[in-house]
């Protein structure tokens, strides 16, 4: 008799165990979910304007050879199934999804656009010159040029802080800005607000 009931206890325990890992598992997906939806929010930054270099996730609801990963090529434009070349930079994804979405009613019933920026590479400014780390950086928001020479290292013995100077592009035209370093450490009027693309020359 003792032994029927032994026998029956570890039966039952075993099956009690196996409900607790099967519900353990059940929640282990709704966990990664939630990761990969945070991501996903983070990526779809609505007030993001689009540059030349991103990488676009372009969704299109139920049409899946429109739905593509594009790179936003250096003349601004991407190129999609039916439509060829499109605007990209420039826009925010909304405004893109909008764009797209007028030009697609001539072939797709109602068609529903998703955009989300996979890659940001666009937004990257560059030091050449007489800094320790010379290269491409990240733009941060509202960064100066000040800030910018920090993340290059500093100056090398050799370096000319008195004539270092900016170089934009805007418009199709380059732009030259002057930038004392002296000048700038002692009054934060003198710093420079840096844009996409700016190209800082330590001489």
Excluded: C
Excluded at 10 to 32: E, I, R, Y
Excluded at 37 to 65: C, F, H, M, R, T
Excluded at 75 to 81: A, E, F, L, T
Excluded at 129 to 142: D, H, I, K, T
Aim: hydrophobic share 40%; charged share 20%; aromatic share 6%.
């Amino acid at each position: 008799m003792r032994r029927v009931e032994f026998w029956i206890g570890l039966a039952l325990l075993a099956v009690s165990s196996a409900a607790a890992a099967g519900q353990q598992a059940g929640k282990a997906p709704a966990t990664g979910g939630t990761g990969a939806a945070s991501a996903a929010a983070k990526s779809a930054d609505p007030n993001y304007v689009i540059g030349p270099q991103d990488v676009l996730d372009i969704s299109v609801w139920k049409e899946e050879q429109l739905t593509k990963t594009v790179p936003v090529r250096p003349d601004g434009k991407i190129s999609m199934p039916l439509l060829n070349d499109v605007q990209a930079a420039g826009l925010t994804p909304t405004q893109l999804a909008g764009q797209i979405t007028e030009s697609l009613k001539k072939f797709v019933t109602d068609p529903q656009v998703t955009i989300i920026v996979r890659e940001i590479n666009s937004q990257r400014i560059y030091m050449l010159g007489e800094v320790v780390r010379a290269g491409a950086y990240p733009l941060l928001p509202n960064m100066t040029v000040l800030q910018a020479l920090s993340s290059g290292g500093g100056f090398t013995q050799f370096a000319n802080v008195k004539k270092i100077y900016v170089l934009r592009v805007e418009n199709g035209k380059q732009q030259k800005f002057p930038f004392n370093y002296k000048h700038a450490l002692e009054s934060p009027d003198e710093n420079i607000m840096l844009k996409a693309g700016d190209t800082i020359v330590v001489p």
